[in-house]
Nanobody, 123 residues
Framework: QVQLGESGGGLVQAGDSLRLSCAASGRTFTSYAMAWFRQAPGKEREFVAA????????RYSDSVKGRFTISRDNAKNTVYLQMNSLKPEDTAVYYC????????????????WGQGTQVTVSS
C-alpha cells in the first residue's frame, strides 16, 4: 500500500510556471506507475500525465502536451509535475495517483490517491 501527499499548488498568473510534488510513503514506490489528474469545479476528474515505474515512459493529455512535464525521483519517493505556460483553463485541484503496473490514462485504473492541491491561474 502507498500513501500520497501533494504540494506546490497556488495562485499564479497566466504564462507563469509551477511545479507540483507528490511524496509517496512505502518501500515499493519503484513498483508503481504514477499519474497526475485534475478536477475543475463542476467537471469530471481528467487525466493529465503519467509516468512508468522506471520513469522511462510517459504519457500526456493533449491539453497539456508540450507545456507540462512529469518526472520522478525514485530515491526520494517523489513524482513531480512541472507546469509551464499556464492558462486559466488549467485551474483545478490536481491529484496524484498510483497503480501497481503500467501506465493508463483513466481514473479507474489507479488504486491510490492523494488529497489534492489547488492550482489557480488568473488571466
Amino acid at each position: 500500500q502507498v500513501q500520497l501527499g501533494e504540494s506546490g499548488g497556488g495562485l499564479v498568473q497566466a504564462g507563469d510556471s509551477l511545479r507540483l510534488s507528490c511524496a509517496a510513503s512505502g518501500r515499493t514506490f519503484t513498483s508503481y506507475a504514477m499519474a497526475w489528474f485534475r478536477q475543475a469545479p463542476g467537471k469530471e476528474r481528467e487525466f493529465v500525465a503519467a509516468i512508468s515505474s522506471s520513469g522511462g515512459g510517459t504519457r500526456y493529455s493533449d491539453s497539456v502536451k508540450g507545456r507540462f512535464t512529469i518526472s520522478r525521483d525514485n530515491a526520494k519517493n517523489t513524482v513531480y509535475l512541472q507546469m509551464n505556460s499556464l492558462k486559466p483553463e488549467d485551474t483545478a485541484v490536481y491529484y496524484c495517483a498510483a497503480r501497481w503496473s503500467g501506465v493508463v490514462a483513466y481514473t479507474g485504473g489507479y488504486n491510490y490517491w492523494g488529497q489534492g492541491t489547488q492550482v489557480t491561474v488568473s488571466s
